[in-house]
């Protein structure tokens, strides 16, 4: 199965943009890049995904690179509500047996 | 009401006990996880279901069993629960298409002493 890497932590003021970067070398031209977020004490809640294109909705945008190696979850101004673990997960568009598997994913810390 | 309904939220139960966690949903989805997470670590999928008839083992499916007893309800049981079980359990639905990704619930805190 394709991997992803992620930072361990990050930080963020509030108000401001927040980058969370994603590598994701082996990716196969059928991964999906899903991001989950989970909030202290809840459980994962679906952030965004994309294929190729970038992608915004109403949580985040997604800027996939032109290779597909590496995507970046940006939260165009953070709030102490966004300090939450992300999660970046690759799954295959044609299995449908392809499960959601986490990883460490990055835990975002928001500074008032 | 919540989207993914889990039941208890927490529990604490003694070693070799049976226990069971239970999952109602009211997202008309087809497909239902069972996944556990250790502290300050990722999800570990247990068992899944594609629909009430498909049941499939996970990631780490040894010491639990399930029962899908209809679409919207999915239920792990630990038939005899030991230590090394204490984590948080989530359950988890989606639809074929995977539209909009999962819906996790909010877990059930389970310690087994």
């Known amino acids: 199965d394709a991997k992803t890497t992620q930072p361990n932590s990050m930080e963020s003021n509030e108000e401001e943009p927040v980058h969370l970067p994603c590598n994701h070398s082996?990716?196969?031209?059928?991964?999906?890049i899903h991001w989950y977020r989970q909030l202290p004490s809840q459980g994962p809640e679906y952030v965004i995904h994309g294929l190729t294109s970038n992608v915004n909705n109403r949580m985040a945008s997604l800027a996939i690179a032109e290779d597909r190696k590496s995507s970046t979850l940006i939260l165009h101004r953070a709030t102490l509500r966004d300090a939450a673990v992300y999660y970046c997960i690759l799954r295959d568009r044609d299995n449908a047996g392809n499960m959601l598997t986490f990883g460490g994913g990055t835990r975002l810390m928001v500074k008032p | 009401d919540a989207d993914v309904t889990q039941t208890p939220r927490n529990r604490i139960t003694k070693t070799g006990k049976r226990i069971m966690l239970e999952c109602s949903q009211t997202?008309?989805?087809?497909?239902m996880y069972w996944y556990r997470q250790d502290p300050g670590l990722g999800l570990r999928l247990i068992y899944y279901?594609?629909?009430?008839?498909?049941?499939n083992k996970g990631e780490i499916s040894d010491g639990y069993s399930v029962s899908r007893q209809a679409q919207a309800k999915f239920s792990l049981s630990l038939e005899s629960a030991i230590p090394n079980q204490t984590a948080l359990y989530f359950c988890?639905?989606?639809?074929?298409?995977?539209?909009?990704?999962?819906?996790f619930g909010s877990g059930t805190r389970l310690t087994v002493v």
């Open positions: 997202k008309g989805h087809d497909r």
């Open positions: 279901s594609f629909d009430v008839k498909d049941i």
């Open positions: 988890a639905t989606s639809d074929s298409g995977d539209r909009g990704g999962y819906t």
């Open positions: 082996t990716i196969s031209g059928t991964d999906y």
